[in-house]
């Protein structure tokens, strides 16, 4: 069983920076991809960032591209998520996802998630 829970959000003005933390339990984080994951107020849930399971490859949803930074430290079990220039458009609820694989590309796709966080809501007030 393995528990992932977010810290960091909260209300930011437009243009502000917040910085997630996803910290994760169990002995086996470092072998596997993560990924983060919004929800805003009357949408679906979609694809923000994912980092494979050592760190070398990333990727980002188009509408963050150049103002989000996902990193991860494995040996604190941990995963982040930095937001720069955040917008308005920014405001969901953020989720923490730990994939089922090493490789993260199925996460682009909201495949392949066997545990997810409840969630670090984030406000950008214009």
């Known amino acids: 069983q393995v528990q992932l829970v977010e810290s960091g959000g909260g209300l930011v003005q437009a243009g502000g920076s917040l910085r997630l933390s996803c910290a994760a339990s169990?002995?086996?984080?470092?072998?596997?991809?993560m990924g983060w994951f919004r929800q805003a107020p009357g949408k679906e849930r979609e694809f923000v960032a994912a980092?494979?399971?050592?760190?070398?490859?990333?990727y980002y949803a188009d509408s963050v591209k150049g103002r989000f930074t996902i990193s991860r430290d494995n040996a604190k079990n941990t995963v982040y998520l930095q937001m720069t220039s955040l917008k308005p458009d920014d405001t969901a609820v953020y989720y923490c996802?730990?994939?089922?694989?090493?490789?993260?590309?199925?996460?682009?796709?909201?495949?392949?998630?066997?545990?997810w966080g409840k969630g670090a809501l984030v406000t950008v007030s214009s």
């Open positions: 980092i494979s399971w050592g760190g070398a490859r990333t």
């Open positions: 169990g002995r086996t984080f470092s072998t596997y991809a």
């Open positions: 996802a730990k994939g089922a694989r090493d490789i993260a590309t199925p996460l682009l796709q909201g495949n392949g998630v066997d545990y």
